[in-house]
């Protein structure tokens, strides 16, 4: 055998590993569907059912029975937020979980006056541990009686321009926005109980403003009654939806975007062009080294 | 994976290929690095003294704006609050003392308004029993103020308050919390100065008043005795004074009237010009002037108060001239019996309703032995927002439009009846299930579709109630969409193209949504399989078939022969070989017209040649074929012994071929006409021996 071929052999050997690797490599990645660690929403997707779609081209026509998780922490396309758009309009339930991204330019386009204000909720005396970990115990009579007492948040905001029917849920009166940073009350800084949830009616569908997104993360989403909030959020009527999560919008590490983009090549080449060019290609490959032998052996 | 790739360009091209996708997929960039949380398990545990310091002191605040409930709703979050383990049992303290506290001072400050309108009406023994219990409260609130002291005084301690210096945030919440202790000592105090100012009546030394400098347990003592001051009072040195009641009838209807009458005295002697205030349920109703006999009389309309039952009570308090002189007194307790008509209210809502059509609510009075009204108006609401009015005496049926936006799930239905005179009101209240009817669609399609051509869709469209019409039904097969509308009997009739694939026969599954503009309908989405044969994909892979079948043998022995036929070179003419001879009619003599070309060739392509037409005749003789896995040499071996003396040309012949086959020797002129000898020698002695 000869040194190209040997060094050709060990470099697709190596990629051959790589690629396994990457297959089977757990994500460590914010908010991944695949994530086991405590920021992942491992736990949540597979208790749910829900499903990741990479695109929201994947979002149902009839979209009345299902609910579509949206945390925008890159910008959101103007083709996306028009999906986005029609997806509520026609009778999609909205979830909208945001603290410091993109979610304004899409509340903006809704036309809705919600805004997150980006600035971190903070409460030094209700919260899990410490006052970035916020504990909310007011909610409206209707998410009470569905057994809801306490939420925990995680680095949190507050949302503004919330009308008086439109806020689902409050911060204490301790909590306040940390606008300039020092992780202490100063005068001028907004004072709770500041809104960190809130519901709007749009067309046919509903969109759910969360300012925490860190709330269905496997660490929190089993934390007090987190899990059973977002159920009720997602099914008020109690009529059970399909879920999906939008995976579009999140940033992606090196590892994310390799499984993605080996996922994306698995997909293709289960096309039908692929699937005939492949099976060309190793007969192509297999004849010619058919032919070869058969010179040989004349 | 290797072999595949050795020496063939294409195979490099394509692991080329294969690498690049591999490498693009390997080394994505990453995209962002963002920081939206932190990791509850291990985040750093920071409590905040201040927060617990000023929390407590904001219920406090609460506490002295006499506003206990919303302050009840406060502490009760402390559970949830972020606080050291020892401090724990001390902030649960504080909350439930606050508490206490908060409605101890509500019921004090009530309780002192009510004994001081007692102490002004000079209505002594029932002020005595209320200054009771005033003080008993009294002494529960200090007892509790002194309990949050001492939790305050505690958490000062935990939090290390007093080791803070000066002026910080946490002795300035410290000091503020304790201020709030100080104002709520300063309001009970106040509260006792209060009481103790009540028991004081105008002209009349009661006792000594305690000192505000007093403990709160000695202010408590003193008060104890000026109340039983205030109970020996109530003989000397006012007079008594007594009163009666009377009323008639003692069972009237509600809105009736009724007489009342009585006498007011004092020490047997009546009391003339006296205001005599008439009390229902306690609270003054009407008032009558006593004549010079002391007698009281009137008239009193039973108030609309639909309950079965009043107590009246005559009262009389010393006024003007009279204060200092007479004590007050109420008369006995009568019971007005009140008499109304009631009734039992019935509503009915269908099982379903939905959003933008009407409902109809179906209501029906019950009034048992009483006699039904002319007429009686009724309201109807739907999630307390006001829907119709109706008019009617027993039953009434009414239409209601829901509103299209309405949501899904249960609505409350209320219908009321005002009171109306003698008849009590009526309020009944059902469930209204608001829905949307799910579509149902009846399909007829084809089992079989041949692409490329179209899919004629017949259907029906119904709900349960009744056909749909003007509803939009879109179809989806593969790339290929259609919509159509639904007559007014619900049918509708699509036409769908079939489009290529790659596919040949296979099930394709058919979309099918259905959605209706009225508000009313829910959308309907359907799947159905479809066989579709590819006429286009199964002719041409047919033609293919069979013309592989027709030229790939001919290819594959072009392959796989033993010559190449570019190798085959023509220098010299070679003589042709003799053509075997025929041994027997049983035997085939090989072909000599099969390829003439390589008997004229190159001396290896002549030995070869023989070669084959020797092994075909020899596998003939002896019915063997040579196995894949067998050399040339070892079915030689095993041939020859069957072939008797032609065994050993055989095998001579053999070795010079491999020789030509394995090694690199040339073969000369000499070794073509041995081979050529050989090969004959063996046809000979097959011959000879009758095969």
Do not use: D, R
């Given at each position: 055998m000869r040194a190209s071929n040997i060094m050709f052999a060990v470099v697709l050997l190596t990629l051959v590993v790589s690629l396994l690797c990457i297959w089977f490599y757990p994500t460590v990645q914010d908010f991944m569907a695949n994530n086991s660690m405590w920021n992942g929403l491992k736990h949540f997707s597979s208790s749910t059912g829900a499903k990741n779609i990479d695109a929201l081209d994947a979002l149902p026509a009839l979209p009345e029975n299902t609910a579509l998780i949206v945390i925008p922490y890159l910008k959101i396309s103007d083709g996306e937020m028009a999906k986005t758009k029609d997806f509520v309009e026609n009778g999609g339930t909205l979830l909208l979980m945001d603290d410091y991204g993109y979610g304004n330019s899409l509340l903006e386009y809704l036309g809705t006056n919600i805004r997150f204000s980006t600035k971190p909720l903070l409460d030094p005396l209700f919260c899990y541990k410490n006052q970035r970990l916020p504990k909310i115990t007011d909610f409206t009579s209707d998410v009470k009686e569905s057994h809801v007492s306490v939420v925990t948040l995680n680095h949190a905001t507050a949302l503004t321009g919330v009308g008086q029917s439109q806020a689902i849920a409050w911060s204490s009166t301790t909590s306040f926005l940390d606008t300039d940073g020092n992780e202490s009350w100063d005068q001028g800084e907004p004072k709770g109980p500041l809104t960190v949830m809130a519901e709007s009616h749009l067309g046919k569908g509903t969109l759910v403003v969360i300012a925490d997104p860190s709330i269905i993360i496997n660490s929190i989403v089993g934390l007090d009654d987190n899990y059973r909030l977002v159920e009720f959020l997602i099914s008020r009527n109690g009529e059970p939806k399909d879920i999906m999560i939008d995976r579009s919008n999140l940033p992606k590490d090196t590892i994310d975007v390799s499984k993605l983009r080996l996922q994306s090549a698995r997909d293709a080449f289960s096309s039908p062009f692929a699937l005939i060019g492949i099976v060309a290609l190793i007969f192509l490959v297999v004849s010619r080294f058919t032919f070869r032998k058969g010179e040989l052996l004349g | 994976m290797m072999m595949l790739f050795k020496g063939s360009l294409t195979g490099k091209i394509a692991a080329a290929i294969v690498c690049v996708i591999i490498i693009v997929i390997i080394t994505a960039s990453s995209v962002q690095a963002f920081d939206p949380h932190e990791n509850p398990d291990v985040a750093v545990q920071v409590f905040s003294g201040i927060s617990l310091l000023r929390y407590h002191s904001g219920s406090l605040d609460l506490l002295l704006q006499k506003l206990p409930e919303q302050m009840g709703e406060r502490l009760g979050k402390l559970p949830f609050a972020n606080i050291p383990d020892n401090l724990i049992s001390v902030t649960s303290d504080f909350g439930t003392s606050s508490a206490n506290l908060g409605h101890l001072v509500m019921e004090i400050d009530g309780g002192l308004g009510n004994m001081s309108v007692l102490m002004g009406q000079f209505r002594l023994d029932e002020a005595a029993q209320l200054a009771k219990v005033i003080s008993d409260e009294m002494s529960k609130a200090y007892d509790n103020l002194g309990t949050i002291e001492k939790d305050i005084q505690i958490s000062g301690d935990q939090l290390q308050v007093f080791s803070a210096p000066e002026g910080s945030d946490l002795r300035s919440a410290y000091n503020e919390l304790a201020d709030r202790e100080d104002r709520i000592r300063g309001t009970l105090d106040l509260y006792m100065d209060r009481l103790v100012s009540l028991l004081?009546?105008?002209?009349?030394?009661?006792g000594s008043l305690p000192s505000s400098t007093e403990s709160p347990s000695s202010l408590i003592a003193n008060l104890s005795s000026l109340i039983a001051n205030l109970s020996s009072l109530t003989e000397n040195p006012f007079s008594l004074t007594e009163i009666n009641l009377q009323i008639d009838p003692a069972s009237v209807f509600v809105g009736d009237k009724v007489h009342f009458d009585g006498v007011l005295t004092s020490k047997g002697n009546p009391l003339a010009g006296r205001k005599v205030e008439i009390l229902l349920d306690s609270s003054p109703y009407i008032t009558a002037e006593t004549d010079v006999n002391g007698h009281y009389s009137g008239v009193l309309q039973v108030p609309y108060w639909y309950i079965p039952k009043i107590n009246v009570q005559a009262l009389y308090y010393p006024r003007d001239e009279d204060i200092g002189i007479y004590l007050a007194s109420q008369s006995a307790v009568v019971e007005l019996e009140v008499i109304f008509y009631q009734a039992d209210l019935t509503i009915s809502v269908p099982s379903k309703a939905y959003p933008g059509m009407e409902t109809v609510i179906t209501g029906t009075f019950d009034f048992g032995q009483s006699p039904p009204p002319d007429l009686r108006k009724v309201e109807i609401y739907l999630d307390n927002g006001f829907v119709a009015e109706v008019q009617t005496q027993t039953m009434f049926k009414q239409s209601i439009l829901l509103p299209s936006q309405i949501s899904l799930g249960k609505h409350t239905i209320a219908v009321s009846a005002p009171a109306s005179g003698r008849y009590s009101p009526v309020l009944a209240s059902t469930v209204l299930n608001v829905t949307r009817a799910g579509l149902l669609l009846d399909i007829e399609k084809p089992r079989m579709v041949m692409i490329p051509g179209h899919i004629n869709i017949k259907g029906r469209l119904h709900s349960e109630m009744g056909p749909v019409s003007g509803a939009s039904i879109r179809l989806k097969l593969g790339k290929s969409r259609a919509e159509v509308v639904t007559s007014d009997d619900g049918t509708f009739d699509a036409k769908i193209k079939a489009g290529m694939g790659f596919s040949l026969i296979g099930s394709q599954d058919l979309s099918i949504e259905a959605f209706s503009q009225k508000p009313w309908y829910a959308p309907l989405a359907s799947t159905r399989s479809v066989t579709m044969v590819n006429m286009v994909n199964c002719g041409g892979l047919l033609v293919c078939l069979v013309l592989l079948s027709m030229y790939l043998p001919r290819w594959l022995r072009k392959k796989l022969g033993v010559y190449r036929k570019k190798k085959v070179r023509l220098v010299t003419p070679a003589p042709l070989p003799e053509v075997l001879p025929v041994y027997s009619q049983s035997t085939t003599t090989p072909d000599s017209t099969e390829d003439n070309s390589e008997v004229r060739g190159e001396p290896r392509a002549r030995i070869f040649y023989g070669y084959r037409l020797v092994l075909k005749l020899v596998q003939r003789v002896t019915m063997a074929f040579c196995p894949t896995q067998q050399t040339l040499r070892e079915f030689a071996i095993e041939a020859g012994k069957k072939l008797g003396p032609a065994g050993g040309y055989f095998v001579e012949l053999t070795r010079m071929v491999e020789r030509l086959l394995y090694s690199k020797y040339e073969p000369t002129e000499e070794d073509a006409e041995k081979g050529r000898q050989l090969s004959k020698s063996i046809a000979e002695k097959l011959k000879n021996e009758g095969v």
């Open positions: - | 004081k009546i105008k002209g009349t030394a009661i």
